[in-house]
Each structure stands twice: as structure tokens, then as C-alpha cells.
């Protein structure tokens, strides 16, 4: 279970059937605590990063490397998430939609060690809040590169489409 391939191979294999995010958030966690640190076949992580390790119609993994401090916008993925932490801590605000906009609803933190799983009509912002980099697997139940994901305006909250190459940008010069 050291390769990339065998990893992608048993998340599929877990992604099915109406629990699926449940039972990726349990395997993530199991191959976290196994590997004590990053993902065998990395090295090390030294910058921010977002890598796609598979993606097709029904199911996207990706590999996510915050820089220090860095927030999201609030954004719906449109489809189940499942996510690991291997190091570091990514608090998330959760929002619901309202007549206008969106308002927030809650908080839910999770620290190296640890996964979790959002429904599909989740709207999260994440932030990393340590000075280190933080790193983790995001699971999503679907072809996360051609979704209808949307996010909305860190100041605004003005909802608009959500551009990926625009995150991996962003993540990759912080
Ligand atoms: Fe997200």
C-alpha cells in the first residue's frame, strides 16, 4: 500500500454506494495513521500545492499543501468531500445559503491525524492557521476539474463561478 497506485486503487474502491464520503474519511484516516507523515511516494513538501492524483466522472483525489495562513473563499463543490490531514490543521467556516447570499453556520477543525467529510451542498472556507505548511488528501465524489463549483467574494459574499487554475495559482505563489 506504499505506491501512489494502490492508494488511488483502495479509495475507489471505498467510494461507493450511498456512505461513500463516511467510508473514504475512515480509509484516509487509517492510511494517515499508517504512513505517519506525508504519502510514501513524496519525498518531502516544501511549497504550497494542489495536485491531482485521479480524476474521472465519478471520483477526484487530490493531493493539497497549504501554505501558512492561507484562507479559501467560502465555496460548494457540488459533490460529497472527504479530507485528511497528514500534517498540520485546516479550520473550516462552514456557511448556508440565505435569500441573498450566504451567512455562516458553524466550525469545524480538523488537525493532522484526522479526517472528515462534507455533503455535497457544504459551503466551507478553510484556512490553515499555523506558520508551518499544512498537508492533506481531499477526496470529492465526482469530476471535481469540470463541476459547476462556486465560491463567493471574501468581502462581498457575491456568489460567482469558482475557477481551479485560479487556486492551484494561488496556492502554488503564497
Ligand atoms: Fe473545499
Avoid at 5 to 32: H, Q, W
Avoid at 114 to 121: L, S
Wanted: charged share 20%; hydrophobic share 40%.
Amino acid at each position: 500500500m506504499n505506491s501512489q497506485s494502490a492508494f488511488v486503487d483502495a479509495i475507489s474502491n471505498a467510494a461507493t454506494g450511498p456512505d461513500a464520503a463516511e467510508k473514504v474519511a475512515a480509509r484516509l484516516e487509517k492510511f494517515i495513521a499508517d504512513w505517519g507523515g506525508p504519502p510514501p511516494w513524496i519525498d518531502s513538501i516544501e511549497s504550497g500545492a494542489i495536485d491531482f492524483l485521479y480524476n474521472d466522472d465519478d471520483l477526484t483525489i487530490v493531493h493539497i499543501v497549504w501554505p501558512p495562513h492561507l484562507i479559501t473563499e467560502p465555496h460548494n463543490h457540488s459533490m460529497w468531500a472527504a479530507i485528511g490531514l497528514y500534517q498540520g490543521r485546516e479550520n473550516n467556516i462552514l456557511w448556508r445559503r440565505n435569500d441573498t447570499s450566504i451567512e455562516p453556520c458553524g466550525a469545524k477543525t480538523i488537525v493532522a491525524g484526522e479526517a472528515c467529510w462534507f455533503d455535497k451542498d457544504a459551503i466551507h472556507s478553510v484556512h490553515n492557521p499555523v506558520d508551518g505548511l499544512t498537508g492533506a488528501i481531499h477526496v470529492y465524489g465526482g469530476d471535481f476539474l469540470n463541476a459547476n463549483n462556486v465560491e463567493w467574494d471574501q468581502l462581498t459574499l457575491t456568489e460567482r463561478p469558482r475557477n481551479i487554475a485560479v487556486q492551484q495559482a494561488k496556492f502554488a505563489n503564497s
